[in-house]
């Protein structure tokens, strides 16, 4: 099993920053992936942010060049910097995590980011 917990959530004017953390423990090994996702009020959930094994990272379109995912392996933390924040960024925010042998994916219980003046 697996445990992720997320903070740094919060409320933030639009242009603002804030940053995401989630800490992961338990049976952690063959870790394909960690990620994060987000889900708006009366929408569907969106992947946002990836950071592979390897350190390769990809974003969804709407975010790319204003947020940024990390990990700090000896921590078993990864980050997400989101700047120039927007008010379609509000949403719960959900850290992944990804196994492979077999293939699962872990969620995180999710943190509320509001931005709004």
């Known amino acids: 099993q697996v445990q992720l917990v997320e903070s740094g959530g919060g409320l933030v004017q639009p242009g603002g920053s804030l940053r995401l953390s989630c800490a992961a423990s338990?049976?952690?090994?063959?870790?394909?992936?960690m990620g994060w996702y987000r889900q708006a009020p009366g929408k569907e959930r969106e992947w946002v942010a990836r950071?592979?094994?390897?350190?390769?990272?990809t974003y969804a379109d709407s975010v790319k060049g204003r947020f940024t995912i990390s990990r700090d392996n000896g921590k078993n933390t990864v980050y997400l910097q989101m700047n120039d924040l927007k008010p379609d960024d509000t949403a719960v925010y959900y850290c992944?995590?990804?196994?492979?042998?077999?293939?699962?994916?872990?969620w995180g219980q999710g943190t509320q980011v509001t931005v709004s003046s």
């Open positions: 992944i995590l990804d196994k492979t042998n077999p293939w699962y994916r872990y």
């Open positions: 950071i592979r094994s390897g350190g390769i990272t």
């Open positions: 338990g049976s952690i090994f063959s870790i394909n992936a």
